[in-house]
């Protein structure tokens, strides 16, 4: 008996992508954002979605499952690391003294991303708050090379490697979606 779903995409134009692109929400069909700070910010709005996307439909004993052994990864696991991210991200802008951790300890696999509709709702609402701040905090340095924090960091620095972050999490997000229920897709 073979427990790997079989691979499906509700796509019917391309049937390796997501969506088709009709419907697909990341497609913008205009003319890219003028300027590196809202092109990045373009970037960074289409791998959100991203990630959101690959969690839709999905009931929180399927978003908690370590779907790709032997990670301890998993969809519900992603959203609450991009949120304690998020927060971390902060940190390195202000000189302060740094926000507390979102879920304590060290998380790093993932423990607390257990299959609970409450758990699922406090990620996906603690997600929206952590993303939502940081992108006010760094709304408040226009200048891409101006350096912040105690470390000195560069917006600019900043903003790539948020890009990255979603990005590679996006990566994951699509084996592990795609181990859970079959659905594959960009």
Sequence with gaps: MDDQPERWTQATVYPDMWADPDDDPRNNEGVSPDGEFANLLDFLTNYRMTLRMKCEGLDPEQLARRSVPPSTMSLLGLLRHLAEVERDWRNWITDGDPLPKLYGARDSDFHGAVAEQAVVDAAYADLDREQA?????????????????KDGIAIRELLVHRVEEYARHCGHADLLRECVDGRVGQ
């Design 133 to 149: 701040a940081t992108d006010a905090a760094l709304a408040e340095h226009p200048d891409l090379g101006a350096r912040v924090g």
